[in-house]
């Protein structure tokens, strides 16, 4: 079974530029989360999608950030425009189940951005 | 709301050592999950183990076990004769009961080093 697929795996970008994310989940899975990874740091949920609609983005920086999953299976994350404080790894995971916390979270490989 | 803590940030051992991993968590609902994460060098967070609150009984899988006490709110994670590629970030993470919308709490990580 392939596991949650990520594009670009690195990404460096000058502040003030606009950049995109691309997620693929485990085919099947109705869950898809977005998480910011700043170093030293543990996870921080961004976003979460069940099917194409949103379930949770309280942490979501709703003025630079965006995430959509149209069609209910790939997601882009988007930040426009970026700031130096952006820069972390934004890692996607997915679940199976519609609902229910007992799911399990399978994480993409991630995407390091670097703003400079 | 929920909090994590794993208080050690590095550990460094030599091969075949054994070491122990400290979780101790905080959250008010009497239903939850609690994980354990491997995340090495390539940045994908790897699943090893999910626990409900109701079953305190503890795990052994090959190398590595986990110890789950609700007295003491701790799920402490160790493993024998540790290895190479065990070298690894390792996050503790709760989860609780929300129905649809729940998000992983994690801690801040433990970098483990084990040196040949």
């Known amino acids: 079974e392939a596991g949650v697929a990520q594009s670009p795996r690195y990404k460096i970008i000058e502040k003030r530029q606009s950049v995109a994310f691309w997620c693929n989940p485990i085919?099947?899975?109705?869950?898809l989360y977005w998480y910011q990874q700043i170093l030293g740091q543990g996870p921080k949920l961004l976003i979460q999608?069940?099917?194409?609609?949103?379930?949770?983005d309280s942490q979501l920086p709703k003025d630079r950030f965006s995430a959509e999953r149209l069609k209910g299976v790939d997601s882009t994350l988007k930040i426009q425009p970026a700031k130096l404080e952006d820069s972390a790894v934004y890692l996607c995971?997915?679940?199976?189940?519609?609902?229910?916390?007992?799911?399990?979270?399978?994480f993409g490989p991630g995407t390091r951005l670097t703003v400079l | 709301a929920q909090k994590v803590t794993q208080a050690q940030t590095e550990i460094s051992v030599v091969e075949k050592e054994d070491v122990t991993l400290d979780c101790v968590y905080e959250t008010r609902d009497t239903t939850y999950y609690l994980f354990w994460y491997k995340q090495p060098p390539s940045g994908e967070l790897v699943f090893l183990i999910r626990?409900?609150?109701?079953?305190?009984q503890n795990e052994i899988s090959g190398r590595y076990s986990w110890n789950f006490q609700k007295s003491t709110s701790s799920f402490n994670f160790t493993i024998t004769a540790s290895q190479v590629v065990d070298s690894a970030v390792y996050f503790c993470a709760l989860s609780v009961d929300g129905g649809s919308n729940y998000k992983l709490t994690f801690g801040k990580g433990t970098l483990l080093t084990v040196n040949p």
């Open positions: 626990r409900n609150s109701f079953d305190e």
């Open positions: 085919s099947g899975h109705a869950t």
């Open positions: 999608f069940q099917n194409n609609g949103v379930v949770d």
């Open positions: 995971a997915s679940s199976l189940r519609l609902s229910g916390a007992l799911d399990t979270q399978y």
